[in-house]
């Protein structure tokens, strides 16, 4: 199964993170946000992932 995930935006309410990476790849808990969601979205049986960023 795929998922398509919207990884696009500015994130300029969170400037003090986003200002040297993108917002997906802002870490939480020691792993970036987009790490953390296909782990959500794995658990569940995808399997490949559309990454949209733009």
């Known amino acids: 199964m795929k998922a398509v995930l919207l990884a696009g935006g500015l994130g300029t309410r969170m400037r003090e993170e986003t200002e040297f990476r993108p ?4 870490e939480v808990g020691g792993k970036p946000v987009l790490w953390h969601l296909m782990k959500i979205y794995a658990t569940y049986g995808v399997t490949d992932f559309v990454v949209c960023a733009g």
């Open 23 to 26: 917002k997906p790849m802002v």
